[in-house]
């Protein structure tokens, strides 16, 4: 059974750091893509970054966060970690950890980041 387990949520002000950590089980970790998702509150959940399987592997983020965030993750620990810096108030969002495994994309329950000054 797939489970996703995000932590490390709360509230920062502008400009701040964080880090989201998932601790994945449930699948062999180490041969799957991971990323992460955000949804604000009246918005669509957007795709965030991700992250190849092997390590060094091909990493993506969205433009929105390119150059504040840092996805990695740790194959040893079955973890995916998303430094987020200069946190914006537009960042606020509960952010989601996930895994496509065809035909299902998985997620987990979400943590949320509140960015106010």
């Known amino acids: 059974q797939v489970q996703l387990v995000e932590s490390g949520g709360g509230l920062v002000q502008p400009g701040e750091s964080r880090r989201l950590s998932c601790a994945a089980s449930g699948f062999s970790f180490r041969t799957y893509t991971m990323s992460w998702y955000r949804q604000a509150p009246g918005k669509e959940r957007e795709w965030v970054a991700s992250i190849a399987a092997r390590i060094p592997g091909q990493i993506t983020y969205a433009g929105s966060v390119q150059g504040r965030f840092t996805i990695s993750r740790d194959n040893s620990r079955n973890e995916v970690y998303l430094q987020m810096n200069s946190l914006k108030p537009e960042d606020t969002a509960v952010y989601f950890c996930?895994?496509?495994?065809?035909?299902?994309?998985?997620w987990g329950q979400g943590t949320q980041v509140t960015v106010r000054a």
């Open positions: 996930s895994i496509l495994i065809p035909p299902q994309r998985f």
